[in-house]
């Protein structure tokens, strides 16, 4: 997907990533399942597709496929809140990755170190095993 390895590239810059760092964190599996979420929001009419992905902002139905969704990657619950902060903001005023990349901005001293600190949650986290449930959604699920 090019935009995806768009925002690798961008993000790998702004945060000073390295490409196993990349991997490690499944950035791209993760940033499918976030714009595959985005998109069928947008479908649906949602005023902001992003809101989709957060994990305090978003319907029900939509934090619950989320989240689904994550743990089939085997992200444990501390790593999944850190995933959501990083890419899609935080109610502390953070825009997440996701905003300033689609706003192609440079992330100032204090958005990277806040970044560089949800990607350290992450590293320390790590995934736990996978569950074996499956990673679907309904296809009926509201999304706002």
């Known amino acids: 997907m090019t935009m995806s390895r768009s ?3 961008w993000a790998t810059k702004q945060l ?9 964190l499944q950035l791209e599996p993760i940033l499918d399942l976030f714009i595959s979420r985005m998109e ?5 009419g949602a005023d902001d597709p992003l809101k989709t992905i957060t994990g305090r902002v978003a ?3 939509s934090r619950a496929c ?6 089939h990657l085997g992200y444990t619950p501390a790593a999944r809140r850190a995933l959501h902060r990083l890419l899609a903001g935080s109610t502390s005023g953070w825009p997440g990755l996701l905003r300033l990349f689609a706003e192609q901005a440079e992330l100032t001293r204090k958005q990277r170190h806040y970044a560089r600190r949800q990607v350290l949650i992450l590293r320390s986290q790590g995934t736990g095993s996978r569950n074996g449930s499956s990673a679907a959604c309904s296809a009926s699920a509201v999304t706002p």
């Open 7 to 9: 925002f690798e590239d």
């Open 16 to 24: 000073g990533l390295t490409d196993d760092l990349v991997e490690e």
């Open 40 to 44: 069928a929001a947008k479908a649906r």
């Open 59 to 61: 319907g029900g139905n």
């Open 66 to 71: 989320t989240k689904r969704m994550l743990q």
